[in-house]
């Protein structure tokens, strides 16, 4: 693999590719240095949750701890100096035996002796992610990548036992969630554990650039922010009575159907945008409202809507509009821009890309383009991981749980206005305990799911006027 395209792909294409290649790897060119695993500053990583983003954490912190790729020229160097170090992936977990066994070939393949992690260390079930955690020493690396309804329970077993922790967005599916994120994120705090958190975009140079433009008033004051996520669609079938309920929902692309489970769709796709909005005007929001819906004739069984728009203000009276559509044979964006009192500008692309520019004036054309950011050198999803592990072996303050879980109550804040009908503040969201399933913990392979379907295999979908998530 070429170092540019390493560093242009975005993290999830990267993971289909070598998802499809487990059996004769495309990434032949990838040379693994020797493991190290009786040094002291060898970290270990336990993984928790084996779908692509698990992967793609895995491959980015071997990435950042000295895997070397080959250049264009042939030669190849290691990746992230201050990073770099032993790195061992020595435990697993997963609720389900086969993504287990399929994420263990595919990162064996691709790592070699870096993956040590035989049968008695690849934990399923529920309680996998205790066992994984136990098997590392105070110190390595917790990596959790299941959903938003766990992530608070498995931060906090990560931080009573001393570990480090990367953990991929959603961070919670309601404010009850963020709440525990929150206290967590302070005991991580007190114990000088580093935190990284999978809003990548924070990462990203050409992002960091037109952040730095902003703030030195190129664009004015920023008046409106417009987000869009809008694709072809997630509907989901009726609920086949015949298999384990709790277990379906939670077998791969069901989750984002469900509020308990992951927040909803709107959430899982829009919070990368919704926190570029809050860091254009580093500030939260003061309140949000918008309106959403399913097309007629949907018969779509999840309880997500097809159609989110809100309004988000900040203190300043600012706006950031926010629109999330999710209906085949319909026009698609994915894309940020910001207007500002002097100028326009976009500040994100499609798939997330760097599409970083600032205009001339107000029109957003090609040949009025005043300043456009240069091409990024590391891609966002590994420069996080180069800034966490180089603060773990450096020593150095880093915790993104605060920011992280903040971002997430905005966009709960944002969800709630359209599924309720009515204007959320921050500061109702702030003071709420709502949840939509307080027993996470407790949960085991036996449990009722904690939404039902009903008779007709359908689950039931916010009615504003009726519904309650705050």
């Known amino acids: 693999m070429s170092r540019s395209k390493q560093n242009t792909t975005p993290r999830r294409q990267f993971l289909a590719d070598s998802g499809r290649a487990a059996a004769g790897l495309a990434l032949a060119s990838v040379a693994v240095p020797p493991v190290h695993a009786g040094e002291d500053n060898t970290i270990r990583l336990?993984?928790?949750?084996?779908?692509?983003?698990?992967?793609g954490a895995v491959a980015n912190a071997m990435s950042a701890g000295g895997l070397v790729l080959e250049d264009d020229s042939g030669t190849g160097r290691a990746v992230g100096s201050a990073a770099g170090g032993p790195i061992e992936l020595v435990a697993m977990a997963d609720l389900r035996q086969d993504r287990l066994d399929q994420t263990h070939k595919v990162l064996s393949q691709l790592l070699g002796k870096r993956v040590d992690v035989p049968g008695e260390r690849r934990f399923q079930g529920f309680d996998g992610y205790r066992r994984a955690m136990d098997c590392l020493r105070p110190g390595d690396v917790a990596i959790l990548t299941t959903h938003a309804a766990f992530r608070a329970p498995h931060l906090e077993y990560a931080v009573d036992k001393g570990l480090h922790v990367?953990?991929?967005?959603?961070?919670?599916?309601?404010?009850?969630?963020?709440k525990r994120m929150l206290r967590a994120g302070e005991a991580a705090e007190k114990k000088n554990l580093k935190i990284g958190a999978g809003l990548m975009c924070r990462h990203s140079a050409a992002r960091q650039a037109m952040i730095q433009k902003i703030r030195d008033g190129a664009m004015g004051d920023i008046q409106l922010i417009r987000a869009y996520r809008m694709d072809p669609g997630y509907f989901m079938g009726p609920f086949p009575k015949d298999q384990n309920e709790l277990l379906w929902q939670l077998s791969p692309g069901h989750p984002y159907q469900f509020m308990w489970s992951s927040g909803g769709v709107f959430i899982e796709l829009m919070i990368h945008q919704i926190d570029e909005c809050f860091w254009i005007k580093d500030s939260w929001p003061i309140s949000a409202h918008g309106v959403g819906g399913r097309y007629a004739g949907s018969m779509d069984c999840s309880q997500n809507l097809d159609s989110y728009s809100i309004e988000y203000t900040f203190a300043d009276q600012a706006k950031a509009l926010v629109t999330g559509r999710y209906i085949p044979n319909c026009e698609n964006d994915f894309a940020t821009y910001v207007q500002g009192t002097r100028c326009a500008g976009q500040f994100s692309g499609n798939v997330h890309m760097p599409t970083c520019k600032i205009y001339k004036d107000q029109q957003m054309e090609r040949a009025n383009i005043a300043w456009e950011a240069e091409k990024e050198k590391v891609n966002p999803w590994q420069a996080e991981w180069d800034v966490l592990l180089a603060a773990i072996r450096q020593d150095r303050p880093h915790n993104e749980t605060r920011?992280?879980?903040?971002?997430?109550?905005?966009?709960?804040?944002?969800?709630?206005?359209?599924?309720?009908?009515?204007?959320?503040?921050?500061?109702?969201?702030?003071?709420?305990?709502?949840?939509?399933?307080?027993?996470?913990?407790?949960?085991?392979?036996?449990?009722?799911a904690p939404v039902q379907a009903d008779p007709s295999g359908r689950y039931p979908a916010p009615v504003p006027g009726k519904w309650v998530e705050i």
Do not use: Y
């Not at 939509?436 to 009722?448: I, K, M, R």
């Open 46 to 55: 336990a993984l928790i949750g084996c779908g692509g983003r698990g992967r």
């Open 166 to 178: 990367f953990m991929e967005k959603d961070f919670a599916a309601d404010p009850g969630g963020v």
């Open 403 to 448: 920011r992280a879980a903040l971002a997430n109550l905005g966009a709960i804040i944002g969800r709630a206005a359209v599924h309720m009908g009515r204007t959320i503040t921050w500061e109702e969201a702030i003071a709420s305990d709502f949840q939509f399933f307080a027993g996470v913990d407790g949960l085991t392979a036996e449990s009722p």
